[in-house]
C-alpha cells in the first residue's frame, strides 16, 4: 500500500474526523470560556479583593537602563493566570457534573417493558376464553 493511500485510509476514519471536529469546537468554547472569565467573573472578583490588580506585581532582575527595557519576573500575571485556569476548571466540572447527572436520571429511568408478542397475545386471549366456559 503506497504511502498516500495509507495516510487517506488514516485520516478519513472516523475517530480521527470525530477527534479533529471537538477539537475545533473545543478552540470556540476555549474563546468563549475565557471571555466568560476575563470579562465576567474577573472584574467582580477584582472589586471583591479591593481592586488589587495582580497583573502589575513584578520582581526586578534588572532596571532598565537607556533604551533596553527593564528585565521582570511577572509573577502577578502568573496569579492571574493560575486564578483563570482555576476558574475555567471549575465552571467545566460544573458543565460536565450535569452532563453526567442529566445521563444518570435517562439511565434511571423505568423503560416499559415490551409488549408481548402478537402471538403471545392471542394465546392469553384463547386461554381466557376457555376458562370463561369452563
Known sequence: MSLMKEFKAFALKGNVIDM?????????????????????????????LGGIDFSNLVIIVKHA???TPAVTINYGKF?????????????????????????KKEEAAPKA??????????????????????
Do not use: C, Y
Request: glycine residues 8%.
Open 79 to 103: 496569579i492571574n493566570t493560575i486564578i483563570e485556569f482555576l476558574i475555567v476548571a471549575f465552571s467545566i466540572f460544573l458543565v460536565v457534573k450535569g452532563i453526567n447527572s442529566a445521563k
Open 113 to 134: 417493558p415490551p409488549a408481548p408478542p402478537k402471538q403471545e397475545v392471542l394465546l392469553e386471549e384463547i386461554r381466557d376464553l376457555l376458562k370463561s366456559k369452563s
Open 65 to 67: 537602563v537607556g533604551d
Open 20 to 48: 479533529a471536529v471537538g477539537i475545533v469546537i473545543g478552540v470556540a468554547f476555549g474563546k468563549i470560556v475565557t471571555s466568560l472569565v476575563a470579562d465576567v467573573i474577573m472584574p467582580p472578583i477584582g472589586v471583591l
